[in-house]
């Protein structure tokens, strides 16, 4: 069982993308959140009307949604999932998780090592660090004070959605993201195929 936390704010912000893209959305704020972090969830489309909300659980990454870095997919993802969302009706939850949980500074040191030829697990290890350090409490602490304890889930991550059951989620469906490779990301997107079972379909087309 985990521990309950509340909603601290609740605030209408407009959204606007680059590509002219724009959205209503809700920005939400929390209390008691089991890592004391500052997560936010974002609240798009017809929130309350939907059966089951449509939920991504985006862990954040400065340099690839900030910065439109092309050396993961996280900024596509991260685009592409509030339209899905806001047409659906559902949550964004923006985890404070960057590069997996070992934070900037080191997801850059671990960016370096890959760049003498470690893959970005092993580069993880190297800095003393496991492959993965998220834990997703929060994400169901959030899920919970917003009343959302069944969803539909947008991930590639067969570990994100287990974690999430084992917490008392009832992820209904996995809705995989779309395929955003590029020629800086493909090493990493088949390092998260090959090594941890990402569902991403990295079959050249005919
Ligand atoms: N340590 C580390 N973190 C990285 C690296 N590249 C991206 N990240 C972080 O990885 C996180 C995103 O995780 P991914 O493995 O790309 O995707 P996922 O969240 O597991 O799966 P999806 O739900 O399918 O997107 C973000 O926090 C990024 O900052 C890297 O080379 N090293
Ligand atoms: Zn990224």
Redesign the pocket.
């Known amino acids: 069982m985990i521990a309950p936390a509340g909603i601290r704010t609740r605030v209408p912000v407009p959204l606007r993308f680059g590509d002219g893209f724009t959205t209503p959305a809700e920005i939400v704020t929390f209390t008691g959140l089991a890592d004391g972090k500052e997560h936010l969830a974002i609240g798009l489309g017809d929130v309350t009307g939907v059966d089951v909300p449509l939920v991504?659980?985006?862990?954040?990454?400065?340099?690839?949604d900030v910065f439109g870095s092309a050396?993961?997919?996280?900024g596509p993802?991260l685009r592409e999932a509030v339209e899905r969302i806001a047409e659906h009706g559902g949550w964004l939850l923006y985890l404070r998780?960057?590069?997996?949980g070992?934070g900037l500074y080191?997801?850059l040191d671990?960016?370096a090592l890959?760049d003498t030829g470690l893959d970005?697990y092993a580069?993880?290890r190297a800095l003393g660090?496991a492959d993965?350090e998220r834990d997703y409490t929060a994400a169901a602490q959030m899920l919970a004070a917003l009343g959302a304890p069944r969803v539909d889930l947008?991930?590639?991550?067969p570990?994100?959605a287990a974690q999430l059951r084992d917490l008392g989620v009832d992820v209904r469906v996995l809705a995989r993201?779309g395929v955003h490779a590029t020629e800086a990301n493909l090493r990493?997107l088949h390092a998260?195929v090959e090594r941890?079972g990402?569902t991403i379909d990295l079959t050249p087309a005919a």
């Open positions: 991504r659980v985006h862990s954040e990454c400065m340099t690839g050396r993961c997919d996280c993802q998780q960057e590069g997996r070992i080191a997801k671990a960016y890959q970005t580069a993880n660090h993965d947008l991930t590639n991550n570990d994100k993201t990493y998260k941890t990402h």
